[in-house]
Structures are given as C-alpha cells and as structure tokens.
T-cell receptor, first 112, second 111 residues
Framework: NAGVTQTPKFRILKIGQSMTLQCTQD?????MYWYRQDPGMGLKLIYY???????DKGEVPNGYNVSRSTTEDFPLRLELAAPSQTSVYFC???????????FGPGTRLLVL | EDQVTQSPEALRLQEGESSSLNCSYT??????LFWYRQDPGKGPEFLFT???AGEEKEKERLKATLTKKESFLHITAPKPEDSATYLC????????????FGAGTRLFVKA
C-alpha cells in the first residue's frame, strides 16, 4: 500500500493564479481531510469528506474548494491564490471519525 | 471555545534524560485525544489515541496519559532518533466534526 499520496511536493504560484492539489489514498478509507500547517502553528482543518459525493467545511475553508467523486481521490482547489495561502498542505484519511488519521507527505505552496 | 495548548514549545534533552510533554485542552466534551509525531518535511505519524481520564498507553520509550484537563507524553531514556515535533489533537463531542491540533512541542535529543 502506498497509503496517502500528494502531488505536487512543492509549487510556487503568482497572486491570482489557480491550482489543484491532488490527494489519493489506497486504503479504502471513508473519511478524508485537508489541513494547512503554518510555521509554529497547529494544523487547521480546511475541508473534510465522509464519503464519495459528501464534503463539508472545516475551520478555515475560505479561498478553497473540494470535490470527492471517488473513494480514493480528494483534490483541493485554490482559486485566485493569495499570499495568505502560503503554507504546507496535508491530506489525511481515516476509516472512521475517531479512527487513526493517516497523513500524506504534504505539499509546500508559496504564493508570491 | 475549544482549545489545545502544548508546552513547552521546545525541549532539549541529553540522551537518556527522561522528561514529559504537556497538552492542556478545553473542549465541550472530549471524544478522543490523539498524539502524533512529525519529522521535518513529513506528515504527522500517529502514536496514540486516549478516550477517557485515567487511560494510559505505551509504545517503546513513550507513554501517554490522560486526565480531565490535560495529557502528558512521557519519554523515558530518549534517544537521538526520538527528536521530532510531537503534536496533540482533540476531538470534541459538540460543534460538529472537528479535530483541533496544538502547535506542537519540538523535541531535540542530543547524543
């Protein structure tokens, strides 16, 4: 099992550009999550999904969108990138709500 | 407001010098408390889940304990390979589905 994979590993965006961060898991987990981690701060939940076709907002959803068309994939879309979105983005998955969350290696995003 | 505070922010130990990391939490009903380890440039890696006060879990040199207001991660005779950031997170029973993470404790163990 590859676990949770994320692409790209690193990206530089100009202000106003858009991009999609990819996340795939091969553990047949129902729950998937997107977090951002800023230096010296804890992880903040952006969006989560409890199954294909079902998504909901987390703590910091503004400026982002998600979709979940399959169990395996949970892409995160950034529209009109802003410097405040410079961060490290982690995707995670779990079998259930209180189950262990397995994290991907992260995508480092720099918006200039 | 649900909140998680970890202390200290950073901890430097000599190899073999035991110590504890603290995670204080304020939530409206605790569903579970999680400890993760994060190495530089990598995603968090699960260590423990604790559900109720008085519960303890152990894994190698690590032992996690839980009270009604805080959790401790005890590190016994640490080795340099234990150097990492340790994250604490909680899930509350109310306020919808949400996992709240603390800022973490950076542990440095010197040989």
């Amino acid at each position: 099992n590859a676990g949770v994979t994320q692409t790209p590993k690193f990206r530089i965006l100009k202000i106003g550009q858009s991009m999609t961060l990819q996340c795939t898991q091969d553990m047949n987990h129902n729950y998937m999550y997107w977090y951002r981690q800023d230096p010296g701060m804890g992880l903040k939940l952006i969006y989560y999904s409890v199954g294909a076709g079902i998504t909901d907002k987390g703590e910091v959803p503004n400026g982002y969108n998600v979709s979940r068309s399959t169990t395996e994939d949970f892409p995160l879309r950034l529209e009109l990138a802003a410097p405040s979105q410079t961060s490290v983005y982690f995707c995670a998955s779990s079998f259930g709500q209180l189950e262990t969350q397995y994290f991907g290696p992260g995508t480092r995003l720099l918006v200039l | 407001e649900d909140q998680v505070t970890q202390s200290p922010e950073a901890l430097r130990l000599q190899e073999g010098e035991s110590s504890s990391l603290n995670c204080s939490y304020t939530v409206s009903g605790l569903r579970g408390l999680f400890w993760y380890r994060q190495d530089p440039g990598k995603g968090p890696e699960f260590l423990f889940t604790l559900y109720s006060a008085g519960e303890e879990k152990e894994k190698e040199r690590l032992k996690a304990t839980l009270t009604k207001k805080e959790s401790f991660l005890h590190i016994t005779a640490p080795k340099p390979e234990d150097s990492a950031t340790y994250l604490c997170a909680v899930q509350a029973k109310t306020g919808g589905f949400k996992t709240i993470f603390g800022a973490g404790t950076r542990l440095f163990v010197k040989a």
